[in-house]
């Protein structure tokens, strides 16, 4: 008795796509079994829906963290789609009879290369035929997908491909010999199960002959020879729960330029290959061919000439009569896309392929995504995902070329309805959502501003693992918001510290959660009691003064925050002076926690200045706590216009004396000169003192301060600089002008080996 029948494919080949349909309508199978996973069959109502654009990808994943996940990408050429197609409108049975995904799920990651395998074998080399294409690309000169496009895709019989590729599956099953002892078990288990399906099949009535299994070209030799799994083996296959869900793909997944090991190089251009011999009709597959060639060179042409380069009429008719000598001598029927390349690189490229690499690269793997109906996907959370895409016209971003959004989060007064007025401010919240939950549908950019601000400027760009991380985030709710909530909520009760307690609260103040934000805020209270640390104290004043300077904006009540606020202000006051006794290592950040008070005070007048002055008095004026602190303190002072003129003098005179060490000497000034530069530069007695100062310290003590002064100095600008150069003129009696001119001028070769002379200090680190 004849059958079942097999036609062998490669999974993404445009020729296989047309040929099975051919073979489909010679021999009217009553069932169609196609290599997938056969708890999925559900599925193929889906699949089939008129308004499904290709690319699509079946998603199987498991529902507890962490998340495992496999992909069955199709593109409108894979075979295994015409074949589904055809049933379809043949009213013929279809299935998939490849192991269960959640049976996918549950088998064991490798642990690596088997110790009998060469140095190419690995999980994906007996599967996919890696080690055996490799082999194929020495032997015959050119790559396997060269190799494979003018061996296969130009058969051009229907016939003749299904023998063809069935007996290439065969022998390369031979060659491969069982490298990678992984792939060997698995290969043998699942051929095991989809023989068991066909043989249910055949049990269940239908006839062997009228059964067509659309497998990859590698398994025909086990389907043929093996034997089907028993009720026990089946049985005893591993499984974990898992749920499955439909998504969008893209060429640029579906190409092995993603890292996919059973892509093709160029999706679109096989797409274009697949539409050309879907119109050939009789004895005209070598017309559809050579119109295919012409359309290609036609299409990269149009792209070279978009990116502003010249291209005439006459390279593109020499480039395709090229490529067909090309063709010619390399003994295919039609130019493949190798032959494509080198007769544009000749006549259009001026014999440089990189010339014409971003045309061919544009028409190759075009930004192409699939689309599914609403409601199709199968997790809430994606149907929630599509509805926000639609409710704030983020539709168009939808696309995996990266475009800028920019969003105005002021109430618009020129519209009627709420939804209208804060629809960017809404949209905010959406983007931020999706960033909380690890979906990178869209990256916030630097605004370039300190704080919050009524505009908000994003990067957005789609890919595939997009939907991935959404339907990952499925695990922590039905909606973007549920699943932000929870996620947002566990990052709080596993909090240690009041700095990871205040992010959480400013991520869910962003996302526009309230709720949220009394539940971090509560974690933050409890957590401050008992914190010490100025510079976690000083952050998080920082960033709730943040919120309540621009909470209206995103209409958050910021009113609850304002004796919290007071808390921290006060706490960090009392521990600044302590905080000031440390090492010169950690003086910087704590000199930027100080200025993160000091500011705080600024921007909310109900905050204690005087408690605030009397603190930074005290740390100007102590000897036994870090002299760039102190220095720091005292240009708070003067910043603020609390320091007069007798203290400032009194201090500098006894910083800048004979009897403090050089190297604490210049910390002090490097604190003191981290703020205010203008306003440090205009008070002369300052440089004066420091001039005074400098002429004082011998050569030894002069290169120990000059480390810290060299620091000091190169964080001020060009005008700045010449503004001390001209009051360092009208110190030593000469013209300011010529002063600066001297002192600015560009480093001699022969102060460079002066410098380099102080070798006992480090400069590159200044």
Not at 58 to 84: G, N
Not at 501 to 528: E, H, I, N
Not at 694 to 723: H, M, P, W, Y
Request: glycine letters at 8%.
């Amino acid at each position: 008795m004849q059958g079942p029948l097999y036609f062998g494919v490669r999974h993404l080949s445009p020729a296989a796509g047309v040929e099975v349909r051919s073979f489909l309508d010679e021999v009217k199978p009553e069932l169609v079994l196609v290599e997938g996973p056969s708890d999925l069959s559900y599925m193929i109502d889906s699949i089939c829906d008129p308004n499904v654009k290709f690319p699509i990808a079946i998603m199987a994943y498991t529902d507890c963290a962490p998340v495992r996940s496999i992909l069955y990408p199709f593109a409108e050429y894979s075979p295994e789609i015409q074949a589904i197609l055809w049933a379809r409108r043949n009213g013929a049975g279809v299935a998939f009879m490849d192991l269960p995904s959640s049976s996918f799920l549950a088998l064991p990651e490798p642990d690596g290369i088997d110790e009998d395998d060469d140095e190419d074998s690995g999980r994906q080399s007996a599967g996919t035929t890696e080690s055996v294409y490799r082999r194929l690309e020495v032997v015959t000169g050119e790559s396997h997908e060269g190799w494979w496009e003018r061996t296969f895709e130009q058969l051009g019989n229907t016939g003749t491909y299904r023998d063809a590729v069935n007996t290439f599956g065969k022998e390369m099953r031979k060659a491969e010999g069982g490298h990678g002892k992984f792939d060997a078990a698995e290969t043998v288990i699942r051929e095991a199960f989809m023989k068991r399906k066909i043989a249910d099949a055949i049990k269940n009535g239908t006839k062997p002959e009228k059964i067509v299994c659309v497998c990859g070209a590698f398994h025909v030799g086990g389907l043929e020879t093996n034997e089907p799994m028993s009720d026990g083996e089946i049985e005893d296959l591993p499984s974990v729960n898992s749920f499955a869900t439909l998504m969008p793909y893209s060429f640029f997944r579906l190409s092995s330029a993603s890292g996919y090991g059973a892509g093709n190089d160029s999706p679109s251009y096989y797409q274009m290959m697949f539409e050309s011999l879907s119109k050939k009709k009789g004895g005209s597959g070598e017309d559809a061919m050579n119109d295919f060639a012409t359309r290609y060179i036609v299409e990269c042409a149009k792209e070279h000439r978009a990116a502003g380069n010249i291209v005439s009429s006459a390279s593109l008719i020499e480039a395709s009569r090229l490529a067909r000598v090309l063709a010619s001598f390399r003994g295919s029927r039609y130019p493949n896309k190798d032959d494509l390349h080198d007769a544009m690189t000749a006549t259009i490229g001026h014999g440089e392929f990189s010339e014409i690499v971003h045309a061919t690269t544009k028409v190759e793997i075009r930004p192409v995504i699939g689309f599914l109906p609403q409601g199709m996907s199968k997790t809430a959370v994606q149907d929630d995902f599509n509805r926000q895409v639609e409710r704030f016209r983020l539709g168009k971003y939808k696309s995996e070329v990266s475009s800028i959004l920019e969003l105005d989060l002021r109430e618009k007064l020129s519209v009627q309805s709420e939804e209208a007025a804060f629809r960017d401010l809404y949209a905010s919240f959406f983007l931020n959502r999706l960033l909380a939950i690890g979906v990178h549908f869209a990256e916030m950019l630097d605004s370039g501003q300190s704080g919050m601000n009524w505009k908000e400027t994003w990067s957005v760009q789609w890919t595939p693992e997009v939907e991935i991380q959404i339907v990952e985030s499925s695990l922590f709710g039905d909606s973007v918001a549920s699943a932000c909530s929870r996620k947002l909520k566990e990052s709080a009760d596993e909090a240690s510290s009041i700095d990871e307690a205040t992010k959480v609260f400013r991520r869910a103040f962003m996302c526009g959660l309230p709720d949220l934000c009394r539940y971090a805020l509560r974690k933050v209270q409890a957590l401050s009691a008992g914190d010490n640390a100025f510079g976690q104290i000083a952050s998080t004043a920082e960033q709730l003064s943040l919120v309540v300077r621009y909470g209206d904006l995103r209409k958050f009540d910021t009113e609850q925050l304002r004796p919290m606020l007071e808390k921290l202000y006060l706490r960090s006051v009392l521990i600044m002076r302590e905080a000031c006794g440390c090492n010169d290592e950690n003086a910087r950040d704590v000199c930027d926690s100080m200025n993160a008070i000091h500011t705080l005070q600024l921007n909310h007048d109900y905050l204690d200045e005087p408690l605030l002055l009397g603190a930074l008095e005290e740390i100007a004026s102590k000897d036994d706590l870090n002299c760039r602190c102190s220095g720091f303190a005292m240009s708070i002072l003067l910043e603020r216009g609390k320091c007069d003129a007798g203290f400032l003098s009194a201090e500098i005179s006894r910083r800048l004396s004979k009897g403090t060490p050089p190297d604490l000497a210049a910390l002090w000034f490097e604190g003191l000169s981290a703020k205010n530069h203008f306003t440090l530069i205009a008070r002369l007695p300052i440089w004066e003192q420091l001039n005074d100062y400098i002429d004082a310290l011998d050569d030894e003590e002069f290169a120990r301060a000059l480390v810290v002064l060299r620091r000091t100095f190169s964080d001020f600008g060009q005008n700045e600089k010449c503004g001390i150069a001209e009051n360092l003129g009208q110190i030593w009696g000469v013209d300011g002008g010529q002063a600066a001119e001297v002192l600015t001028q560009t480093i001699t070769e022969s102060d460079k080996e002066k410098l380099g002379e102080l070798s006992g200090f480090d400069f590159d680190d200044i």
